[in-house]
């Protein structure tokens, strides 16, 4: 397999993945966890697991995602609080609810929100 490097803020390292993974949600896309009571919106993906390795050893080994697949970065809600969540691909799901997330980082980020997905705003885009 064609294999590239990439250096993980996060994982203070260079993590070596696949050329080429499957994204299956953009920056913008509003997403649910498909276990857990919370919803986001997309604002950086991962091609493979790039956070740090107590953080990967602390999800209990039953419900442990694999490494290699793309990991989202989200502006997370629940209906207690907003935070940032780290989610595999594994564990989103469209959301249903079509609406806004409430994060109070949203409009730092991005500009429109229409159909279930946020435009990011200008001058942010790579």
């Given at each position: 397999m064609n294999r590239a490097s990439f250096f993980s803020p996060q994982a203070g390292r260079v993590i070596d993945a696949p050329r080429q993974t499957?994204?299956?949600f953009?920056?913008?896309d509003v997403v649910r966890h498909?276990?857990?009571d919370f919803r986001g919106?997309?604002?950086d993906i991962d091609p493979v697991f790039a956070n740090s390795e107590e953080w990967y050893e602390s999800i209990p080994?039953?419900?442990?995602?694999k490494r290699d697949q793309p990991y989202y970065h989200l502006l997370a809600e629940?209906?207690?609080?907003?935070y940032v969540a780290y989610v595999s691909q594994q564990n989103l799901m469209d959301d249903a609810e079509g609406g806004p997330v409430d994060h109070p980082s949203?409009?730092?980020l991005f500009d429109a929100f229409n159909n279930g997905?946020?435009?990011l705003r200008r001058g942010l885009a790579h």
């Open positions: 499957r994204a299956r953009a920056i913008g498909r276990n857990h919106v997309v604002f080994v039953d419900v442990r995602p629940n209906e207690d609080s907003s949203v409009p730092q997905h946020y435009r």
